[in-house]
């Protein structure tokens, strides 16, 4: 059974960190692309960061260079370095694995993160950004 675990999230002043993790369990990384995603208060769900099996890696432009996606592939794992946070990153945040098939997009700059191409969802993790 494929089985996604956020953790790491919490409240957090502006200007500072959180870490969230994404444990992945029932699949191997080697054929899935793992993306980031988040939701705030009656805003759609939005993709924010990709990595795929290769190690491509894709950014939202509302997180890049403020986000860093790395996979920690001996324990199946998959974090989100977030620094600099704001207001507006307050959110519900999901991680989600797509199994990567030549009719869906690649983890690679500028290309998107759709959620509907994700297979596999986390049951999110709340984040909390206090001005």
């Known amino acids: 059974e494929v089985q996604l675990v956020e953790s790491g999230g919490g409240l957090v002043q502006a200007g500072g960190s959180l870490r969230l993790s994404c444990a992945a369990s029932?699949?191997?990384?080697?054929?899935?692309?793992i993306g980031w995603f988040r939701q705030a208060p009656g805003k759609e769900r939005e993709g924010i960061s990709c990595?795929?099996?290769?190690?491509?890696?894709d950014y939202d432009l509302s997180v890049k260079d403020r986000f860093t996606i790395f996979a920690d592939n001996a324990r199946n794992t998959v974090l989100l370095q977030m620094d600099s946070l704001n207001s507006e990153d307050t959110a519900v945040y999901y991680c989600?694995?797509?199994?990567?098939?030549?009719?869906?997009?690649?983890?690679?700059?500028?290309?998107?993160?759709?959620?509907?191409?994700?297979?596999?969802w986390g049951q999110g993790t709340q984040v909390t950004v206090s001005s």
């Open positions: 029932g699949f191997s990384f080697d054929d899935y692309t």
């Open positions: 990595i795929s099996s290769s190690g491509t890696l």
């Open positions: 989600a694995a797509k199994e990567e098939r030549w009719d869906r997009r690649s983890c690679i700059p500028f290309n998107g993160i759709r959620p509907e191409e994700y297979d596999h």
